[in-house]
Nanobody
Framework: QVQLVESGGGLVQAGGSLRLSCAAS????????MGWYRRAPGKQRELVAT???????NYADSVKGRFTVSRDNAKNTVYLEMNSVKPEDTAVYYC????????????WGQGTQVTVSS
């Protein structure tokens, strides 16, 4: 089992910055893909950014150029640096991790609220 604990959410003004962190614990040796998803009010959960153990990244078009995902494999921690935030970035942000073993297993954090004021 893998446990994910997010931190760093809060209230930020439009144009500002925020950094989210997610620490993984438990059986982390079989985790490769980690990343962030978000769910805005009244909307479905959507991918924000992912990063593999080797450092390959993937971003939603809506955050490209503004958000940066990174990870510290030694600390089993993934980060999301959010810059130039917009009110539409307001959502609950969830940390995600996926095993490399088959069948793939998905793990989720409890979520952290990010609110961007205009």
């Amino acid at each position: 089992q893998v446990q994910l604990v997010e931190s760093g959410g809060g209230l930020v003004q439009a144009g500002g910055s925020l950094r989210l962190s997610c620490a993984a614990s438990g059986t982390t040796w079989y985790i490769n893909l980690m990343g962030w998803y978000r769910r805005a009010p009244g909307k479905q959960r959507e991918l924000v950014a992912t990063i593999t153990g080797g450092g390959s990244t993937n971003y939603a078009d809506s955050v490209k150029g503004r958000f940066t995902v990174s990870r510290d494999n030694a600390k089993n921690t993934v980060y999301l640096e959010m810059n130039s935030v917009k009110p539409e970035d307001t959502a609950v942000y969830y940390c995600h991790a996926q095993s490399v073993t088959m069948p793939r297993t998905d793990y989720w954090g409890q979520g952290t609220q990010v609110t961007v004021s205009s």
